[in-house]
């Protein structure tokens, strides 16, 4: 635990993590000034998970840290349990904060007999004891509306132009690139924060692992020398790599992937490397990536302050617009 002083009382709090990021959680924890409380996780020999929260929670501020990634039913599993053991054991309040909320693309139904399977996790999510949601960076804004709890969507923009700022990029040269139109008012707010123009591309999902781009976004990049790739998540890599691909037979000598949720799945640090042109990759630790596999030229930025900063002010009753995905930016 840090040394500093803690944020919120460590004697009304319970923290714990799941089995997805326990290097986050502990990296929240440390910010907030409280210790990270001990989960035991077992399997039967009939592949049932048990999972016990290893001190009193009655009457006690509960946070479960836990993020949907693979795998992610088990992972989904476990934080319902968690949120379901919390709430019968006397929890004052649930909070469960998932800094990857998967599915969020599942959030419309364009086929028939399909589920909105965000909406469905959210329900789960809330039937299990959650009275509170905090995440990161969803697919859509609609997402945020399957909530029937409150529930709060942070952004790691402001991280990622902090980071970026300090390269002073020519706007005259540099473009920055939402690869959908779906993420473009996001991108917008971003590009604005550096000083920069933006481009959007129109994209139609062929398969999982490829996508096909349309040609305006040649005429948008004319005459740019660098590209920063702005997305909500890098997964397969089909979008990045189709896109980069263009943009360098548009004439982009640079280009920069940022994106919050680096899942890399399959053969994306083979495809993405393979692209002499892409300089860094810049991502978040909402997903963890063991420091062996990523490429020398990515950057890894820990969302911990955020998040332990958007859970002070909740604890404190404090407003956390500026730390919301679809609020104001701060004033720099």
Do not use: W
Not at 136 to 155: E, K
Not at 174 to 189: I, K, L
Not at 243 to 268: N, P, Q, Y
Not at 307 to 313: D, L
């Amino acid at each position: 635990m840090s040394n500093k002083q803690p944020l919120i009382d460590s004697n009304d709090v319970r923290f714990y993590s799941g089995r997805s990021n326990p290097i986050l959680a502990k990296k929240i924890a440390d910010y907030l000034g409280v210790p990270l409380d001990v989960t035991h996780y077992s399997k039967f020999s009939n592949d049932n998970l048990f999972i016990q929260l290893g001190a009193s929670v009655r009457g006690r501020v509960v946070y479960l840290v836990q993020s949907l990634t693979t795998p992610v039913s088990d992972h989904l599993l476990g934080l319902l349990m968690m949120c379901d053991i919390a709430k019968s054991a006397g929890a004052s309040e649930i909070h469960a904060i998932i800094p990857y909320f998967s599915y969020a693309r599942s959030d419309k139904k364009n086929a028939p007999r399909i589920s909105i399977t965000a909406r469905l996790i959210a329900d789960l999510l809330t039937t299990a004891g959650a009275t509170h949601i905090m995440t990161m960076t969803l697919h859509s804004a609609q997402v945020h509306g399957f909530f029937s709890v409150p529930a709060d969507p942070l952004t790691a923009r402001q991280l990622f132009t902090d980071y970026l700022r300090p390269m002073n990029f020519n706007p005259e040269e540099t473009v920055v690139v939402s690869p959908d139109m779906g993420r473009a008012e996001s991108a917008a707010r971003f590009a604005e924060s550096l000083g920069l123009p933006i481009a959007s591309a129109s994209k139609t999902r062929v398969s999982d692992t490829n996508v096909e781009f349309g040609g305006l976004i040649r005429r948008q990049v004319k005459g740019f020398k660098q590209a920063i790739v702005y997305d909500d998540e890098i997964a397969t890599g089909g979008s990045v790599v189709g896109l980069s691909k263009m943009l360098v037979d548009s004439g982009i000598e640079s280009i920069r992937l940022i994106c919050t949720h680096g899942l890399f799945l399959g053969d994306a640090f083979e495809r993405i490397p393979a692209i002499p042109e892409i300089k860094e990759i810049v991502t978040t630790d909402t997903v963890y990536i063991p420091e062996e596999k990523r490429p020398f030229n990515m950057t890894v930025l820990s969302v911990a302050p955020i998040f332990g900063e958007a859970i002070y002010r909740n604890y404190s009753h404090q407003s956390i617009n500026e730390l919301f995905d679809f609020g104001d930016d701060p004033e720099n």
